[in-house]
């Protein structure tokens, strides 16, 4: 028996991110499809990003930076309609190498608090490889296994080979944009995402909410100014922006949820 996706308002979803952005760029259509229909969504990220490049073209230290991370995921949460978002202040870029229990410790405690009924997180490849993505992938990973069976049911976002190559191609393609980078999010090699990334066992389009996904990715400035993001219509979000994909753990609940009973595409 399908579940009514209508109205989610008994439910709940905890995304595990490392840094801000994180959640608009993985799964961020879900997320504000899940908040629409009155799901609580909560956020956790493990760190402020002050490590990351800025394109917002001023200067600033790595506290600086990392403060202005901070009050971007908070204007992002809110294009989503998150209703929760814990900032955590782990070194950005050293997750990988860091003692990792504490992480783990406080997943657990967010678990705890917001009571899911789903996590995502990222999945064994962290997208494109990204060390701090793989830290919190394990880290998440090892918090739901230790809940046994009364961890929520994990989802692991993953990205299909070509996906971010073939977006920041069609738009840089356009004489408006031609001389943007063809960095997207600031990563180089676009060929490394979706790279050896897992099967998908869920494949989800959702829809008009690939708009709001772009409208929180742009609060993140000093991620993404000066490149394709800046220059995709919401038409373009629709076509590129709205296939998510994800990967289901064999950790915690088995049954069926209620990401599984939401239709091919939403209702607008």
């Not at 990715?217 to 000093?222: D, F, G, K, S």
């Not at 991620?223 to 076509?239: F, I, N, P, Y």
Request: glycine letters at 6%; charged letters at 20%; aromatic letters at 6%.
């Amino acid at each position: 028996m399908r579940l009514e996706t209508d109205n989610l308002t008994s439910y709940s979803l905890l995304a595990v991110f490392a840094h801000p952005d994180d959640e608009s760029l993985a799964c961020g259509g879900l997320l504000a499809w899940c908040a629409d229909r009155g799901a609580r969504v909560a956020l956790l990220c493990a760190t402020h990003g002050e490590q990351g490049p800025n394109r917002s073209g001023n200067n600033k230290t790595p506290a600086q930076l990392g403060s202005t991370r901070a009050r971007e995921l908070k204007q992002a949460a809110k294009v989503l309609g998150l209703s929760d978002v814990v900032l955590l202040d782990y070194p950005d870029g050293s997750l990988k190498w860091s003692d990792t229990n504490p992480l783990k410790e406080q997943i657990v405690d967010a678990i705890q608090k917001f009571r899911p009924d789903i996590v995502i997180t990222f999945g064994r490849d962290g997208l494109y490889w990204h060390p701090d993505h793989i830290a919190i992938h394990e880290s998440t990973t090892a918090a739901c296994a230790t809940m046994g069976t009364k961890a929520p049911a994990l989802y692991y976002v993953t990205m299909p080979p070509d996906c971010v190559k073939t977006l920041v191609d069609t738009i840089s393609s356009r004489p408006a944009a031609h001389a943007l980078s063809k960095e997207f999010c600031g990563i180089s090699d676009l060929n490394a995402f979706g790279a050896q990334a897992p099967h998908p066992t869920l494949v989800l389009n959702v829809g008009c909410f690939a708009i709001q996904k772009l409208s929180a990715l742009r609060c993140h400035q000093t991620q993404v100014a000066g490149s394709v993001l800046m220059h995709m219509t919401d038409r373009d979000a629709e076509e590129l922006f709205s296939i998510e994909h994800f990967h289901r753990s064999i950790i915690g609940q088995t049954h069926n949820t209620f990401l599984e009973s939401l239709p091919s595409r939403p209702n607008k």
